[in-house]
């Protein structure tokens, strides 16, 4: 008798190459490789700063920062100055009221408003403020709008009264009223969650920050959580609508504090100053050149950039998918790029 055959050769010809095939497949993994260009840096902090990161149209981002610098920066990686008629006071922050108005807010007190049809733009100083830091400023929508800050020697790492305040238009910039103060704590940062229409600023009183919170979109203010000891700089809302705040030391660790007790450190990167993404991507800015990657919002890898001194980095901002510009003191301006790598193992 003849044992019976199992494979007869037109199978063999096919099942063998789908086995080597589904074995490759298997045993490939696709890596991320960053790596950061430097497109721009000064000698040292006397240097001007970039603060904050606007896209302006579909090629051109506006770099914003210290003694009133307007960059552009374009896709095709040219930088050149921007002319508007500055006082040279430091703008530390920028955004748009729609797709037409930008609106920038500075030492001072002054605020700058930019019409992208007309070419025009406007300035203004807000009197009672002439002392003061516009440091951030949060769009509800496009009449109403709140800014916070302080002492404009606070922002100059000097010792003061802070005299910390939030204050709000409803008239696309022109007027506006005080909504929050107090003498002794300053006003760092201001969110809106359009999900829940509920606004919040991460307020300092020395050695501990709390967080406020708003039910009337920024006209009424109240206590709702403290966050820790030390200064926590910056914050927004996950998908479930709970904080998440950034802050740490500027020489010492970077931290993330949930909504619940729980603080994640990071030793090496000093403050955390800001965080953006991309998808799965996601990029935390801190101190000393040193930036924070993580490609699934959980695992995060330090990415030290050896620059002229230890600048800062201040903001991020993704171009395109796999692409982002971050730029900080000293005149910085970076390209970190991320690379899909597929290797075999």
Same mark, same amino acid.
């Given at each position: 008798?003849?044992a019976?055959?199992?494979?007869?050769?037109?199978?063999l010809k096919l099942?063998?190459?789908?086995?080597?095939?589904?074995?490759?497949?298997f045993?490939?993994?696709?890596a991320?490789s960053?790596?950061?260009?430097?497109?721009q840096?000064?000698?040292s902090?006397?240097?001007?700063?970039?603060?904050?990161?606007?896209?302006?149209?579909?090629?051109?981002y506006?770099?914003?920062?210290?003694?009133?610098?307007?960059?552009?920066?374009?896709?095709?990686?040219?930088?050149?100055?921007?002319?508007?008629?500055?006082?040279?006071?430091?703008?530390?922050?920028?955004d748009?009221?729609d797709?037409?108005?930008?609106?920038?807010?500075?030492?001072?007190?002054?605020i700058?408003?930019?019409?992208s049809?007309?070419?025009?733009?406007?300035?203004?100083q807000i009197e009672?403020?002439?002392?003061? %830091?516009?440091?951030n400023?949060?769009?509800?929508?496009?009449?109403?709008?709140?800014?916070?800050g302080?002492?404009?020697a606070? $922002?100059h790492?000097?010792? $003061?009264?802070?005299?910390?305040?939030?204050?709000?238009?409803?008239d696309?910039?022109?007027?506006?009223?005080?909504?929050?103060?107090?003498?002794?704590?300053?006003?760092w940062?201001l969110?809106?969650?359009?999900?829940?229409?509920? $606004?919040?600023?991460?307020?300092?009183?020395?050695?501990?920050?709390?967080?406020?919170?708003?039910?009337?979109?920024?006209?009424?203010?109240?206590?709702t959580?403290?966050?820790?000891?030390?200064?926590?700089?910056?914050?927004?809302?996950?998908?479930?609508?709970?904080?998440? %705040?950034?802050?740490?030391?500027?020489?010492g660790?970077?931290?993330?504090?949930y909504?619940?007790?729980?603080?994640?450190?990071f030793?090496?990167?000093?403050?955390?100053?800001?965080?953006?993404?991309?998808?799965?991507?996601?990029?935390?800015?801190?101190?000393?050149?040193?930036?924070?990657?993580?490609?699934?919002?959980?695992?995060?890898?330090?990415?030290?950039?050896?620059?002229a001194?230890?600048?800062?980095?201040?903001?991020?901002?993704?171009?395109?998918?796999?692409?982002?510009?971050?730029?900080?003191?000293?005149?910085?301006i970076?390209?970190?790029?991320?690379?899909?790598n597929?290797?075999?193992?």
């Amino acid at each position: 008798m003849f044992a019976p055959r199992l494979f007869n050769s037109n199978y063999l010809k096919l099942i063998v190459p789908l086995l080597w095939f589904f074995l490759f497949v298997f045993n490939s993994v696709v890596a991320q490789s960053v790596s950061v260009d430097i497109l721009q840096q000064g000698k040292s902090f006397d240097d001007s700063a970039y603060y904050d990161i606007l896209k302006v149209d579909q090629n051109n981002y506006w770099l914003v920062g210290k003694y009133g610098i307007i960059s552009n920066y374009n896709i095709n990686g040219t930088i050149s100055s921007v002319n508007y008629p500055s006082n040279h006071n430091d703008i530390y922050n920028i955004d748009r009221f729609d797709d037409n108005n930008i609106i920038a807010c500075a030492d001072k007190g002054c605020i700058y408003f930019y019409n992208s049809l007309t070419k025009n733009w406007k300035s203004k100083q807000i009197e009672g403020f002439e002392n003061s %830091c516009f440091y951030n400023i949060v769009i509800i929508d496009k009449m109403s709008a709140l800014i916070c800050g302080g002492r404009s020697a606070i $922002a100059h790492s000097k010792k $003061a009264i802070p005299n910390g305040f939030i204050i709000k238009t409803t008239d696309g910039g022109q007027t506006w009223t005080k909504v929050y103060s107090s003498s002794f704590k300053m006003v760092w940062s201001l969110d809106y969650n359009f999900q829940t229409n509920k $606004a919040s600023a991460l307020i300092y009183f020395p050695n501990h920050t709390t967080l406020y919170s708003s039910d009337d979109k920024g006209s009424s203010w109240n206590q709702t959580g403290r966050i820790g000891k030390g200064i926590y700089y910056d914050l927004e809302y996950d998908e479930d609508n709970k904080s998440v %705040c950034y802050g740490g030391k500027i020489n010492g660790s970077g931290k993330l504090k949930y909504y619940s007790s729980n603080v994640r450190k990071f030793e090496k990167s000093g403050l955390i100053w800001s965080k953006t993404g991309s998808g799965n991507y996601e990029i935390m800015t801190a101190c000393n050149g040193n930036i924070l990657f993580s490609e699934n919002k959980e695992n995060w890898n330090l990415i030290h950039t050896e620059l002229a001194d230890r600048f800062s980095l201040y903001k991020a901002e993704f171009i395109n998918p796999s692409q982002a510009i971050i730029v900080g003191s000293g005149k910085t301006i970076l390209l970190l790029n991320i690379n899909q790598n597929l290797s075999c193992e």
